[in-house]
């Protein structure tokens, strides 16, 4: 299977400090209050809930696919929670919040796929002990 990089750069202090992230054709800057308070730039977190994203859509695309059925569009958007525990801080909760289009499919038949695409695209077993938590709607 495909080998992915990505590269992080951070300077200065937790606080006072400022990083950039890199992968494929992306290239942004993080700071702390970009990811614990509210400031320009991205964040990690962000990142996570843009792949988790996009791969459950994929995911659930195939499952559909090898039904016979062709989805016309597949969006998904994730909030990604970040809290703390004992050791800091730990997303805690994803949500997924999916809406297809797809003639011909049944909603039992949907419900069931979307929920195995929750439980077996790559990134959602990545984050195994985080509770993923899926709205999936056929419009």
């Known amino acids: 299977m495909s080998v992915r990089k990505a590269q992080a750069q951070w300077k200065g202090t937790l606080k006072d400090g400022k990083g950039t992230m ?3 054709n992306y290239s942004g800057p993080y700071t702390f209050a970009s990811r614990f308070e509210e400031g320009d730039g991205t964040n990690p977190e962000e990142l996570v809930g843009a ?13 559909i696919s090898k039904e016979k059925f062709s989805p016309d569009r597949i969006e998904t958007n994730a909030t990604v929670h970040l809290d703390k525990d004992d050791t ?4 805690t909760t994803i949500e997924l919040n999916t809406e297809v289009k797809c003639d011909g499919i049944s909603k039992d038949k ?3 796929l979307a929920a195995e695409a929750k439980q077996k695209c790559p990134i959602s077993r990545l984050y195994g002990g985080t509770e993923i938590k899926l709205k999936a709607s056929l419009v």
């Open 88 to 91: 800091g801080p730990k997303i």
């Open 51 to 63: 792949a988790i994203a996009g791969c459950f859509s994929m995911f659930l695309s195939g499952l």
């Open 110 to 112: 949907f419900n069931e």
């Open 22 to 24: 890199n992968f494929s």
